[in-house]
C-alpha cells in the first residue's frame, strides 16, 4: 500500500479535531521571529554609499539639542562639542560603537510565552503609534481615544498569534495630567496583555514612578531588571539632527532603570528629511547611529533597538503618505541598513492613510507589512489597526490584521526545497498506479497545516455558500470577534491584592 492512499481510519470527525487541535510551535506554518532578509531593494553599493554618508554627516553636521547630561556622557565617549554647541561624532567613535553593539537583544514578555529575540533577520509584527482617535466602524465616526480603548487594545492583542507585541497604539485623552496618563498607559497594556508592551514618557520624572509600578508587577526591581517586559519607545532626536533634550533625558531615566530602549527618528521625507528615498533613509541611519553612540555612552551593552522610522509625505498636499510603495521601500531599504550594522533594528509597516478598514486599507497596509517582513525587519511597527496616516486606530482592523499579518508571514517564510517538498515520489505514486490526484492523499493531509496560514475572518467560500451563509460582512466578523474577546477576563489582570496595592498607591483611572 503506497504512502499516499487516503487515510480512513478514525473517520472524517477524528480528522478534523486533530487538525482543528494547537499546533506546536515549531510545526505552525508561521510564528514569531522567521527569518526574513531575501528582499534587498539596495545593492551592497548603495548600502556602503548610505552608511558613508550618514558618517559624514556625524562627523561634518553633527546634532545640536544635547542636554548636558547627554553632552557630558557623549563628550566623555570621544564625541566632540564645536563652538556652534552641535555635537559632532569621529567616524573611528561610531565605527567603534557599531562594533561592541549588542548583536541580539530579547524583549520580553511578562509570562515568558512569548519572548522576543530580535537579531539577524528574524521578523515580529505588532501595534505602535499615538493616536488619538478611535475608528468606531458602526457609524463610520472618529472619536476621541481613551484609555478603555488602549486596554482594549492590549487585551486583543494579547489573543492574536500574529500580533507579537503591543507598543501602545493611542493617546488615552480622557487623562488630561500628562504623568496620569502615562502611568494609566503602563497599566493599561500590562493589564491587557502579557506580551512585550512599549510605552514612552513626556518627561524624566515621569519615568520613575512608572518603573516604581513595573517593579510591583514584576515582583521587585531585581526581577523586572532580569526579565524587563516593557521598554521605552523614545523619539530621542527631532529631525533633522537636532536631539530631542527632554527625550534625551527620559532615555537616560529608562537606561537607569533596566528599561530597554527604541531608538526612534521618524522623519517626514520632503519635510524634516530629505525628500528623496536614499537620503531619507541616510539621515534616519546618522541619528540612530548618534543614538547608539548615546546608549552605550550612558551603559554600555544596554538592550537597544535602531528604530529607523523614515515616513512619506504626498509632497502635493504635504500629508503624509504611509500607506504608499514609498513608505515600503523606505521601511525594506532600512532593515537592510539594519542587517549591514548587525544590530536589532524596527521600523514602520502596515498602517495606513484610509479612514476605514476598507480597500485602501487593505492595499496599504500588506503592501508595506509584507515588503518589511521579507526584507527583514526585526520588529515591524504599527503593522495592525492603524489608519489616518496615524491619527486613527480601530480595533476591528487590529483583528482583521491578524490574518493580513499571517498571510505576510507566509510570504517571509518562503519556499522550502527539499526531497519531501519537491515531492517526486508523490507524484509518481499519484501518477503510476494511484488516483491521479492529491486530494486526500496522506503527504497532502500531513502538510496542510504546516505548508498552509488558514484566514480565521477571511471568507474562501463560494458566491453561492456566502449566500447561503447570509453574505457576511468581513467588518461584522470583526466586531463580533471583538466582543467574544472582551467579553472574557483579561488573562494579563494582576493578582487582587497586587491591583489594590497599585490603585492605593497611583491615580489608575480605568
Not at 13 to 35: F, I
Not at 271 to 276: D, H, V
Not at 284 to 289: G, I, P, Q, V
Not at 444 to 452: V, Y
Request: overall charge negative; glycine content about 10%; hydrophobic content about 40%.
Amino acid at each position: 500500500m503506497n504512502n499516499l492512499s487516503p487515510r480512513r481510519t478514525g473517520g472524517r470527525a477524528a480528522r478534523r479535531a486533530s487538525r482543528a487541535a494547537p499546533l506546536d510551535t515549531l510545526m505552525r506554518p508561521v510564528r514569531p521571529g522567521l527569518e526574513g532578509g531575501t528582499l534587498k531593494v539596495l545593492t551592497d553599493a548603495q548600502i556602503t554609499r548610505i552608511h558613508d554618508a550618514a558618517l559624514d554627516a556625524l562627523d561634518r553636521i553633527g546634532l545640536s539639542g544635547a542636554p548636558a547630561s547627554g553632552i557630558a556622557y557623549l563628550t566623555a565617549a570621544g564625541a566632540i562639542q564645536g563652538d556652534d554647541g552641535r555635537i559632532r561624532f569621529p567616524r573611528a567613535l561610531v565605527e567603534e560603537t557599531i562594533a561592541r553593539a549588542n548583536r541580539e537583544i530579547t524583549l520580553y514578555s511578562r509570562d515568558g510565552l512569548n519572548d522576543l529575540h530580535l537579531g539577524g533577520a528574524r521578523v515580529h509584527y505588532g501595534t505602535a503609534g499615538a493616536a488619538v482617535n478611535m475608528v468606531d466602524v458602526d457609524g463610520r465616526n472618529y472619536r476621541e481615544s481613551t484609555v478603555q480603548d488602549l486596554h482594549d487594545a492590549a487585551r486583543i492583542v494579547d489573543v492574536l498569534d500574529n500580533v507579537h507585541f503591543c507598543q501602545r497604539p493611542m493617546v488615552a485623552r480622557d487623562i488630561p495630567d500628562n504623568m496620569e496618563m502615562e502611568l494609566n498607559t503602563v497599566y493599561a497594556c500590562c493589564t491587557g496583555t502579557t506580551k512585550h508592551v512599549g510605552t514612552s514618557f513626556t518627561e524624566p520624572h515621569h519615568v520613575a514612578p512608572a518603573m516604581e509600578m513595573l517593579y510591583m508587577i514584576a515582583g521587585g526591581e531585581d526581577e523586572f531588571r532580569a526579565r524587563p517586559f516593557v521598554s521605552n519607545s523614545n523619539c530621542f532626536v527631532v529631525p533633522p539632527m537636532r536631539f530631542a533634550t527632554e527625550s534625551c533625558e527620559v532615555m537616560e531615566r529608562c537606561i537607569e532603570g533596566g528599561m530597554p530602549v527604541l531608538l526612534l527618528s521618524a522623519g517626514m521625507a520632503g519635510a524634516t528629511a530629505p525628500s528623496t528615498i536614499a537620503g531619507a533613509i541616510m539621515q534616519a541611519t546618522a541619528e540612530c547611529l548618534a543614538g547608539l553612540v548615546y546608549v552605550n555612552a550612558v551603559k554600555p551593552g544596554h538592550p537597544a533597538i535602531f528604530g529607523t522610522w523614515p515616513f512619506g509625505l504626498d509632497l502635493r498636499t504635504g500629508a503624509m503618505s504611509i500607506g504608499s510603495g514609498e513608505q515600503a521601500l523606505l521601511s525594506a531599504g532600512c532593515a537592510q541598513m539594519h542587517q549591514f550594522y548587525g544590530v536589532p533594528g524596527g521600523a514602520a509597516g502596515g498602517a495606513s492613510d484610509s479612514k476605514l478598514p476598507d480597500m485602501q486599507a487593505g492595499w496599504e497596509q500588506m503592501c508595506s507589512n509584507v515588503m518589511a517582513g521579507l526584507a527583514g525587519v526585526n520588529m515591524v511597527y504599527e503593522a495592525a489597526g492603524m489608519h489616518a496616516s496615524l491619527l486613527g486606530f480601530c480595533h476591528e482592523s487590529l483583528i482583521l490584521g491578524d490574518d493580513l499579518i499571517g498571510q505576510a508571514l507566509r510570504c517571509v517564510r518562503g519556499i522550502e526545497v527539499d526531497d519531501e517538498t519537491l515531492a517526486l515520489d508523490q507524484m509518481e505514486a499519484v501518477c503510476i498506479g494511484g488516483p491521479g490526484h492529491y486530494l486526500g492523499t496522506e503527504a497532502t493531509l500531513a502538510r496542510m497545516q504546516r505548508d498552509h496560514c488558514y484566514p480565521n475572518l477571511g471568507d474562501r467560500s463560494s458566491p453561492k455558500e456566502w449566500v447561503e451563509k447570509g453574505k457576511p460582512d468581513l467588518v461584522e466578523k470583526a466586531v463580533a470577534r471583538k466582543e467574544e474577546i472582551l467579553a472574557q477576563p483579561s488573562a494579563a489582570r494582576l493578582n487582587p491584592r497586587l491591583d489594590a496595592e497599585i490603585r492605593k498607591r497611583f491615580a489608575i483611572h480605568l
